[in-house]
């Protein structure tokens, strides 16, 4: 069973920064793609974030030019730079890997922007 671990995430001002960290149980290269979704409170979870094992990423509209996120191999951690964040970031945001017919999700963790 593999698991995805969040530490991270917090409380920060509206133009602050934040990573987000993804840990894996489980070598990550067995992952085609791994991804942050984020889910606020009475909204369904969206797509922040997706990055292949090429590293080709794509974003969510909303967060292009702001997020970037990037993985390590060698550390089997995904990261998620948040910057120029905006209250409208406030989310519980999750780690995700599909694999074969399981879609692994990590646990979330509360980002919070504050105006």
């Known amino acids: 069973q593999v698991q995805l671990v969040e530490p991270g995430g917090g409380l920060v001002q509206a133009g602050g920064s934040l990573t987000l960290s993804c840990a894996a149980s489980?070598?990550?290269?067995?992952?085609?793609?791994m991804a942050w979704y984020r889910q606020a409170p009475g909204k369904q979870r969206e797509l922040v974030a997706r990055?292949?094992?090429?590293?080709?990423?794509n974003y969510a509209a909303s967060v292009k030019g702001r997020f970037t996120i990037s993985r390590d191999n060698a550390k089997n951690t995904v990261n998620l730079q948040m910057n120029s964040l905006k209250p409208e970031d406030t989310a519980v945001y999750y780690c995700?890997?599909?694999?074969?017919?399981?879609?692994?999700w990590g646990q979330g963790t509360q980002v919070t922007v504050s105006s």
């Open positions: 995700n890997a599909p694999y074969r017919y399981d879609n692994y």
């Open positions: 489980t070598s990550i290269r067995i992952f085609n793609t």
């Open positions: 990055i292949t094992t090429y590293g080709t990423t």
